[in-house]
């Protein structure tokens, strides 16, 4: 089959116009030879999986969509959290929900490959590098939603994982590692979090509430403080009351 000539058919009108007009610079020009010429067997190779998709679309019969995949034997829907392998270390595996199921046929086959577009979210210890403050009160099983969404080859998706909210997270009495909690996002253009402002901040230090961390309750002003942040051990703990340092 000939892949160069589906390539040919889907170039845009307007690189075309292009093309034609006598005061294209040769900068562009370039451009639009090497764009001509590039087969749909090298996306698949250097996994341009964004274009190879538009590409796709554009062919009968070389795309199709589904609402469903099925990983390590069990079904995951559209709308998903799914864990997605990074590499070696478990700890670091990605965290997204899953946008898009597509198969593309891979060149000079008859086999397609499954393609999931998903949404991102950042984990604590990518947060943590530009913010190192959010350290103290971000949660290991935290996750920052991101505008972000890519293509990945189905095959990387580990497992399905949950995404609940900081207060049923903190509810729960026992914490499976693939449940996630979200209450925050994160914007990768600033580098920053999106509605920190927002979140309700607690103890003598000011900060968002931590799920992992202990805390004590004041029985005059019902704020909560930190075991570290007021000196208290945990075997000092039990029965009796606490007034904190400002109602003593
Ligand atoms: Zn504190
Ligand atoms: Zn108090």
């Given amino acids: 089959m000939n892949y160069s000539h589906w390539i040919k058919k889907t170039i845009p009108k307007k690189q075309q116009m292009e093309k034609a007009s006598p005061n294209t610079s040769s900068t562009s020009k370039k451009k639009i030879i090497k764009e001509e010429f590039i087969s749909i067997r090298e996306l698949y190779k250097e996994e341009k999986w964004q274009q190879l998709i538009a590409i796709s679309k554009r062919n009968r019969g070389l795309f199709q969509e589904y609402d469903q995949i099925r990983v390590q034997g069990r079904d995951i829907n559209l709308g998903e959290a ?53 350290n103290e009160w971000a949660s290991e099983q935290e996750i920052f939603k991101t505008k972000l969404s890519e293509y990945i080859l189905a095959q990387t998706i580990i497992d399905k994982c949950n995404i609940v909210t900081c207060k049923e997270y903190a509810e729960l009495k026992e914490i499976e590692s693939n449940v996630y909690f979200n209450r925050l996002s994160w914007d990768l253009e600033k580098n920053k979090f999106r509605g920190y402002d927002k979140l309700q901040k607690f103890c003598l230090c000011h900060q968002p509430l931590n799920p992992d961390r202990k805390y004590i309750q004041c029985d005059s002003c019902k704020e909560w403080y930190h075991f570290e942040c007021v000196g208290i051990l945990e075997e000092k703990m039990g029965n009796g009351h606490y007034f904190c340092s400002i109602c003593k």
Avoid: A, F
């Avoid at 990074?86 to 597509?102: A, T, W």
């Avoid at 060149?107 to 590098?129: A, D, F, G, H, Q």
């Fill in 82 to 134: 799914v864990l997605i392998n990074s590499g070696d270390n478990h700890e670091e595996d990605y965290v997204g929900i899953i946008k898009q199921i597509v198969s593309v046929m891979v060149p000079r086959t008859n086999k397609y490959i499954c393609l999931c577009n998903v949404e991102w979210y950042m984990r604590k210890s990518e947060v943590i590098k530009n913010h190192p403050k959010s």
